[in-house]
């Protein structure tokens, strides 16, 4: 593999360019990878009932510069609008509402491209759904026509698209992400503090050999370099000594670890000026997060044992390399080296010689990988760099919806909504907060409810009866449907605002494949300002 | 239950239909005792309410109270509109940036929403005293300054006055950080205040200036380097402004040959700004969710609609959009030590014909605490220390004055403290017993 | 609107508690005022250090005299500004040291390397922390992790020399090219 080497003198500058200054507090967060999956997306919203909650996610996907949007919406502007929905002006009124709402919301970013329907050439959702044009996520905002909902179902089913359904109303809301296959994700950007992986219990020839250099004389090294020892250094030094009087075992037990750690302590020398030695401290600190045996992360796991449903998703690039990357495993009973080494008390030179150790074995397992993959067929073409990051993030590697459509979504609810009565019942022992799945069922009675008819609470509790009998009884559930009536089908924008900021949030992580979406509904209580993730 | 009470709306039926719907009629979980729909809708668009920053959080809290039926809005915000604010700040455009934030923000807002007033103020919360708080209902702040927060929450704490029911001003404070975030409702002296929630801004990991000096590690060991050490040193501007790409470039080419001579790689033109301006990343979607979340929590307070946040229990919500979606909403204890809300001023009786001499022999006398060597100050007027010498001297004169010759007047503050207790100080707000 | 008053009056009644003083809208004394003036009433400055406050209402700026009275900085004398801001005890104080010396913790802008003063700052530690970590620096310079390169190397390498260095550039002379100001008594 190439190594970018740095040359002698510092290159011309060139300044962030204007795109860049104006994406930088994004781009910190997901980079120009991200930015670039974001700009080659394309979204319909199928919008209906107060119709917000959707304008919300959409304001906050133009403004990052999601590639291109769409608005479906029958309804003309009404004076209601004007009360709830931001990107409506006076002058909207009696017009159409997907024509005002993509008008308003593309003043936000002139680099967003945007069309709005039904319009003189596609006059209909079907022939909007039949259109060349291929949308990457839809989202859809109920009360929707159920003749609506089923063209959505059926284009998601055919186009393998992602397809959010949202409901707003009053202080409760959900949104449910249903995709379309199991979703792997590779960038899940980990907390830095638990992607530490320093091999301490199998160190390979070029750790241990550097670490005996700096070791071999440790007794008389200068207080200097002494107190400049890495971690890693003196954790490898005496975990060798500790193994010469325990017959080859290094310490595995808690007890033995704390003793290994009092041993380290020990070490320190504290007849210097400062009476003590940071390295050492740092040394002690890691014993008992770093000298633990790997085992095979849950989210990895999962990815190793995963069946695929259809055997065109096994020649795509992640599960290729997902496959090399369990040989390996098989092979070496450990995964590829990440390679980074976290910052320590050292010397400039030590430290970066360290750390390019660690970044050479990360390489070579890296290689080791990229060759089982280019030796698969369908593998040739894999881009490097995607093996690369796989590598990096082998130990964090997620993956959503993982079984599918497996179970049927009804006998699922009724799975859910049992076992969430059992965990409210123990609520007061477990200190749980209660079961958000009320507001879900109170909700679900009127997703085809248009907000022009009311529906009462007995209503709404019919409609429950039917989906988990018996849970119209609860008296959570009572309370919820006598709240949802209370809204009569209306938006709070507060709440519309809050929900379409959490969806926009889901959208771009589903578009970048950057950090981990939800799997797959998520119902919020602006009474509590309490969210639950469910998977339903 | 709620479903057929009536709706009370106040002007424009049509218009906050929805929104009448909610505010005017009670739920399930309405607290009966607190409202009264009757009057929600007139009294909200009377009231006049304080918005802290015209950014991020500022734009949407905006945006979302003039949705939610507020007719009177202030917004105090001292920055210009910077280009790497559009990506979220969506009430500006390109042509605004350079703009006061306050100005473009209110100017949008209200041409947006008919019938709303919003009054900018293009300059720091520090420039207004407290009869400018003093006629706010509730103030809601989006900032990115621990400082800022903290300055408006001792504000509105110290305001606080059992007298005068007015005088206490809820604060909303919402806040970011890239997927993360979280909105508290503080109801002064009653819920745990900003100041006792400090602990929940973890603080800046700080990297030694020796390691900086001598043996850095990593990019950023370089870059602060040059922004700590390099800078101080060789002065190539007259004061580094961290908005002018010049000083930013100089810091850049230092820390980039400093990296080189130690083989460190990794600094970037955008990470050396990211580390100089301490950049925290920031997206419209979660601004979006936490200013909602403040603003929900402000129409609740405002009618009573729905019990809102810091009463009875819950006052915390955090958030984070990292690893799924986790929200943590919980009440966040109130600290009987907080220097701001566990401290309030007590009141104490003196003559303003003492002589401070006279006044410190009284403290000797008071019940909670016997003070035997108190040192007194006034906000920016040290009338005693028994300690330092240097101090102690100087101040030395001042015993022999009278109260009122030394400035202090009718319900001044003065700061008491006593090495006797370690752990604790004291406030008093004096009353004169007699006309001065 | 949410009624806090009433609600306060519930929550007094029901804990008793005391309540505040009444009236005026004067000036506040603010946390970190409060919180200094405690910090200097519990001073110990010993027989080598002193204090001067070139404005004695402004708390929050003022220098400290230290003449070490043992260790290799006796019979110099050593001045510290002390510009304490707001955030005062959630932002240590900022020290800096007026004179150029040669000290190996010490550059010659005058910037400190003294943990306390910047990684390892907590709320809790006080001023009176602060003045024994400088008094500190001058009775065990340390060489580990050095700000003066040149003196940490000289302590290192040559302690005998160091000292002859100190008292050079003590008296205002010149070390290795460098020229120090005088600070001996």
């Known amino acids: 593999m190439t190594e970018i080497v740095m040359s002698q003198t510092p290159p011309i500058l060139h300044g962030p360019s204007e795109k860049e200054r104006k994406y930088d507090r994004q781009l910190r967060l997901w ?6 999956a974001l700009e080659s997306a394309n979204i319909l919203l199928v919008n209906s009932g107060a119709g917000t909650v959707g304008v919300e996610t959409l304001k906050n996907l133009v403004l990052p510069g999601i590639g291109r949007s769409a608005i479906y919406d029958d309804e003309t502007v009404t ?23 993509t008008e308003l919301l593309l003043e936000l970013n002139p680099e967003v491209q945007g069309s709005w329907y039904p319009n003189e050439d596609i006059k209909s959702l079907e022939s909007l759904l039949s259109s060349p044009s291929v949308f990457t996520v839809i989202l859809y905002t109920n009360p929707i026509k159920p003749e609506y909902l089923s063209l959505l179902e059926s284009y998601s089913q055919k186009h393998k698209t992602p397809l959010v359904a949202i409901h707003s109303a009053g202080f409760y809301s959900y949104f449910q992400i249903n995709l379309p296959g199991a979703f792997p994700i590779v960038d899940t950007h980990p907390d830095e503090t638990a992607t530490t992986d320093l091999r301490l219990l199998a160190p390979w020839p070029e750790l241990v050999g550097f670490a005996k250099d700096l070791t071999r004389d440790i007794d008389n090294l200068s207080d200097f370099e002494h107190g400049h020892l890495p971690y890693v250094v003196i954790l ?21 670890k704390t003793e290994f750690r009092s041993i380290v302590q020990k070490a320190a020398r504290t007849d210097n000026a400062e009476g ?40 795509s690039g992640f599960w290729l390399i ?15 080296l990440p390679g980074k080494v976290p910052d320590m008390k050292a010397q400039s030179k030590v430290y970066i010689q360290l750390q390019n150790i660690y970044k050479a074995k990360a390489r070579q397992d890296a290689a080791e990988i990229l060759e089982t993959v280019q030796a698969t067929p369908g593998g040739e073409d894999i881009d490097p760099a995607e093996v690369d990051l796989f590598c990096k993030n082998a130990a964090f590697v997620k993956l959503i919806n993982a079984t599918g459509g497996k179970i049927k979504r009804a006998d699922r609810l009724k799975e859910v909504a049992a076992q969430e009565a059992v965990s409210d019942e123990m609520a007061e022992m477990t200190l749980q907060p209660l ?102 | 239950m709620a479903t057929d009470a009536q709706v009370f709306p106040a002007s424009e039926p049509a218009r906050w239909t929805y929104l009448d719907k909610i505010r005017t009629r009670p739920g399930p979980f309405t607290n009966r005792d607190l409202f009264e729909g ?74 947006r929403v008919k019938g709303v007033k919003i009054t900018p103020h293009n300059c720091m919360i520090q420039d207004f005293d407290e009869d400018f708080y003093m006629q706010f209902q509730f103030v809601v702040c989006g900032l990115d300054s621990i400082e800022a927060r903290r300055w408006i929450n001792a504000t509105l704490v110290n305001m606080v006055d059992e007298e005068i029911e007015d005088s206490y001003k809820p604060l909303i404070d919402g806040g970011t950080e890239g997927f993360k975030g979280q909105a508290r409702v503080i109801l002064p002296t009653v819920t745990s205040c900003i100041e006792c929630q400090l602990d929940m801004h973890a603080p800046r990991a700080a990297v030694p200036l020796c390691t900086l000096a001598s043996i850095p590690r990593q990019p950023e060991h370089c870059i602060e380097w040059a922004h700590v050490i390099a800078w101080e040193n060789e002065k190539p501007f007259p004061k580094l402004d961290n908005d002018d790409p010049a000083h930013i470039n100089w810091l850049y080419q230092k820390a980039l040959l400093r990296a080189m001579e130690f083989n460190i790689s990794g600094v970037t033109y955008s990470l050396t700004q990211g580390v100089v301006k301490n950049i925290i990343p920031a997206i419209a979607a979660t601004n979006s969710v936490i200013a909602a ?54 009141e104490l009786a003196v003559d303003p014909a003492w002589t401070l001499q006279e006044l410190i022999d009284s403290f000797a006398a008071r019940p909670e605490a016997q003070l035997k060597k108190p040192s007194v100050r006034a906000e920016g007027r040290t009338l005693y220390m028994q300690f330092p010498p240097s101090l102690e001297q100087q101040t030395r004169p001042n015993l022999e004055k009278k109260l009122t010759d030394l400035g202090l007047e009718q319900g001044q503050e003065i700061g008491v403290t006593d090495p006797a207790f370690a752990t604790v100080s004291f406030k008093f707000k004096l009353k004169f017993t007699k006309k001065t | 609107m949410l009624k806090i008053w009433s609600m306060k009056k519930e929550q007094q009644k029901a804990e008793n508690a005391e309540g505040a003083a009444a009236g005026g809208k004067k000036k506040k004394v603010t946390a970190a005022q409060l919180r200094v003036q405690k910090d200097l009433s519990e001073l110990s400055l010993g027989t080598t250090m002193r204090t001067d406050f070139p404005d004695p209402d402004d708390i929050l700026h003022f220098i400290l005299y230290i003449e070490p009275d043992e260790g290799m900085y006796k019979g110099g004398r050593f001045s510290f500004t002390f510009n304490i801001t707001p955030s005062f005890p959630h932002e240590p104080p900022k020290v800096q040291c007026r004179e150029k010396i040669y000290h190996p913790n010490i550059d010659l802008e005058g910037k400190v390397c003294l943990n306390i003063l910047r990684e390892d700052w907590k709320p809790v530690l006080n001023l009176n922390a602060v003045i024994v970590g400088l008094q500190f620096l001058f009775l065990e310079p340390n060489a580990s992790d050095p700000l003066n390169k040149e003196a940490a190397e000289d302590l290192r390498n040559n302690r005998e020399g160091f000292k002859r260095n100190v008292k050079t550039a003590m008296q205002g002379g010149a070390v290795r090219g460098e020229s120090y100001e005088r600070v001996v008594v």
């Not at chain 1, 507001?439 to 009462?456: E, F, N």
Request: glycine share 8%; proline share 4%; charged share 25%.
């Open chain 1, 322 to 336: 997902a496959d090399a990357v369990k040989k390996f495993y098989e092979k070496h009973q450990s995964l590829p």
């Open chain 2, 38 to 111: 009757k009057n929600v809708a007139e009294n909200m668009e009377k009231m006049k309410v304080l918005v802290i920053g015209a950014g991020g959080l500022g734009c949407e809290i905006l945006k979302n109270l003039s949705m939610s039926g507020f007719k009177d809005i202030h917004v105090i915000d001292m920055d210009t509109i910077d280009l790497s604010n559009l990506n979220r700040q969506f009430l500006f455009r390109h042509a605004d940036v350079g703009k006061s934030k306050a100005e473009v923000a209110a100017n949008f807002v209200m041409k």
């Open chain 1, 435 to 536: 079961s958000l799945l009320p507001i879900y069922l109170a909700l679900q009675p009127t997703a085809h409810v248009s907000s022009g008819d009311k529906i009462s609470a007995d209503g709404i509790l019919e409609g429950v009866a039917k989906l988990v009998p018996g849970a119209e009884e609860n008296e959570r559930v009572v309370q919820a449907a006598h709240e949802v009536a209370r809204a009569e089908g209306g938006e709070l924008h507060n709440v519309a605002a809050l929900v379409g900021g959490m969806v926009a949030q889901e959208l771009i992580k589903i578009v970048t494949k950057q950090y981990i979406p939800i799997d797959n509904t998520c119902v919020f209580d602006g009474i509590n300002s309490r969210t639950q993730v469910l998977r339903l």
């Open chain 1, 236 to 256: 490898l030094h005496y975990l060798e000594k500790w193994k010469a009087d325990h017959g080859g075992s290094c310490p595995s037990t808690y007890k033995e």
């Open chain 1, 31 to 36: 980079a120009a990878s991200g930015q670039a």
């Open chain 2, 293 to 346: 979340a403040c603003c929900n929590e402000a129409l609740k307070i405002a009618s009573n609609c729905a019990p809102c946040l810091g009463f009875p229990d819950n006052n915390y919500m955090m958030y984070s959009g990292n690893d799924s979606i986790y929200t943590y909403t919980f009440k966040h204890e109130k600290k009987d030590d907080c220097p701001v809300c566990g401290n309030l001023a007590r």
């Open chain 1, 79 to 101: 004076e209601a609008d004007l009360g709830v929905n931001f990107f409506l002006e006076e002058s909207s009124l009696g017009k159409s509402r997907s024509q005002n709402l």
């Open chain 1, 276 to 315: 003590g030695e940071e390295n050492f401290d740092e040394a002690a600190a890691a014993v008992l997060k770093t000298l633990v045996v790997p085992s095979l992360p849950s989210g990895l796991k999962e990815v190793f044992e995963y069946e695929h449903a259809e055997p065109a998703e096994q020649k």
